[in-house]
């Protein structure tokens, strides 16, 4: 049995969990809200060829994937039933036609082709379609939405890029605690939130011990990756300032006149240092650090190195102006 550690500020177990989790998502879209990185994972059939055979053919993800297909590539392109085939991919049983667009609707329409809307995020997927088709200025074209939209199965599944297993979820937990414990002003921020200098020190050495024994914890790798610096301080990737354990509890400052008063970001967020993105799976160990949240902002998903070129070049053209 594992070893029981005392327990972590609310606020800061809260955050370390919910990095296993996917970003948002409204009922607008095809994915599902804050869910676990390990669920059924769609992968885009436009796609398919940045992922290898054993993405379609063997148990790769642990809880399975749907493969979305446009219905003009479906109906009109003979190459998309070849690749069906050769991936191993059958609509209703792995795949289903995605219906996104007005003139998909109008000109491949499911209701007339006599399709049935699917009902199930596991093979078989009970139907043939999905629709998230949005509502025009005419009366007459109001939004549809079919499959996945009751309230005990919202969304059909994850976007492909945040997957990550649950064996993978939880080594990034642990590492991303261990980044926490670097961070200059560690124990006096978890002593003002009232934990006791034992328990501390407890849970410090039982997280590096977890660390070092699973090889998270090469300070080596950690500085290359930009997550500490030179005295092993946890630093922001992007502008690598050290970072105060402040943050992860602090809610973020809002502008005077634009307070919301259910604010829940805080001035810390998960920072991934090489971008997610189809063809790569990115939420993994030595990727995930902790960043301001405006230096996320800043990132989006361009990435960190692309990030930084174009701030050098908009400084350059600045400087070059006379500014």
């Not at 398919?48 to 493969?67: A, Q, R």
């Not at 996104?100 to 609707?105: D, G, K």
């Amino acid at each position: 049995m594992a070893k029981r550690l005392p327990k972590l500020p609310k606020l800061l177990e809260s955050k370390i969990y919910k990095t296993g989790q996917t970003r948002g998502a409204d009922d607008d879209v095809i994915y599902q809200n804050r869910v676990g990185r390990n669920g059924t994972v769609l992968i885009p059939f436009e796609c398919i060829h940045l992922f290898d055979f054993s993405t379609t053919t063997k148990h790769v993800f642990e809880n399975g994937f749907i493969v979305l297909i446009k219905p003009e590539d479906y109906f009109d392109n003979p190459e998309t039933l070849v690749t069906m085939k050769k991936r191993e991919l059958k609509l209703g049983i792995n795949s289903l036609l995605f219906y996104e667009t007005r003139f998909q609707w109008n000109n491949y329409n499911p209701i007339v082709k006599k399709l049935k809307v699917a009902d199930s995020r596991t093979s078989p997927l009970n139907g043939d379609f999905v629709a998230r088709v949005p509502s025009t200025t005419s009366k007459s074209d109001e939004k549809i939405i079919l499959g996945f939209n009751t309230s005990g199965l919202k969304g059909a599944g994850i976007r492909i890029y945040e997957y990550a297993d649950t064996e993978t979820m939880k080594l990034c937990r642990y590492q991303l605690e261990y980044l926490f414990w670097l961070c200059v002003d560690s124990i006096e921020v978890a002593i003002n939130t009232g934990m006791t200098a034992e328990d501390i020190t407890e849970r410090k050495f039982e997280i590096g011990k977890i660390c070092d024994e699973n090889g998270l914890a090469d300070l080596v790798k950690l500085y290359d990756a930009r997550m500490i610096d030179n005295e092993n301080n946890t630093v922001c990737p992007l502008c690598l300032e050290k970072l105060s354990a402040n943050g992860f509890l602090s809610k973020l400052i809002q502008a005077e006149g634009r307070n919301v008063p259910d604010l829940t970001v805080t001035q810390i967020n998960l920072f991934h240092i090489r971008e997610l993105k189809i063809g790569e799976y990115n939420h993994k160990t030595y990727n995930l650090g902790w960043g301001h949240h405006h230096c996320n902002v800043v990132c989006k998903d361009s990435g960190i190195f692309e990030t930084i070129k174009w701030m050098k070049d908009i400084v350059d053209k600045n400087v070059s102006l006379g500014y």
